[in-house]
């Protein structure tokens, strides 16, 4: 029984990550909140935001179908992140990533074909330093408080 209260767990801190605008910054507390310890809130959250990445890339057509992700990826590809990400290159994913979301940047990376290896490597390594700062931060605060 306690491995399905861990399931469930995790399946709810993966979920928060993987959701449009919760993505890391609300999965981690959501662990925390839902009784995971620093280590898997981090995994779980971090796991469940990067997954965009190959959604996204394995299913960009069958997604752009969808009319509330056409009209998602027409206004990011209109703002100043693309001429950024266009400017710097892939290598500026790593610092973008935080500011815009998995979601935005996969689009946008998507719509100008990217490398896939560049894509999922530089989201990976930005959601997972992302993760481990905020973890770290909110297990501080968490026992600063206790």
């Not at 925390?32 to 965009?52: E, I, K, P, R, T």
């Not at 299913?59 to 400017?87: A, N, P, Q, V």
């Not at 490597?121 to 905020?134: D, H």
Request: proline fraction near 3%.
């Amino acid at each position: 029984m306690e491995i399905l209260k861990y399931i469930s767990k995790a399946a709810t801190t993966w979920f928060a990550g993987f959701f449009p605008h919760f993505e890391i910054y609300l999965a981690v507390p959501v662990g925390f909140s839902v009784g995971l310890n620093w280590f898997d809130a981090f995994l779980w959250a971090s796991l469940g935001n990067w997954m965009v990445i190959p959604l996204i890339d394995f299913f960009y057509d069958w997604l752009m179908k969808f009319k509330f992700m056409k009209k998602f990826s027409e206004k990011s590809l209109r703002g100043k992140w693309r001429k950024r990400i266009e400017k710097y290159g892939a290598f500026f994913i790593l610092f973008l990533t935080p500011v815009t979301g998995v979601w935005v940047i996969g689009i946008i990376a998507k719509a100008l074909k990217f490398n896939r290896i560049q894509l999922w490597l530089y989201s990976g390594i930005s959601v997972a330093v992302t993760g481990l700062i905020i973890a770290i931060l909110a297990n501080m605060g968490i026992q600063f408080f206790s």
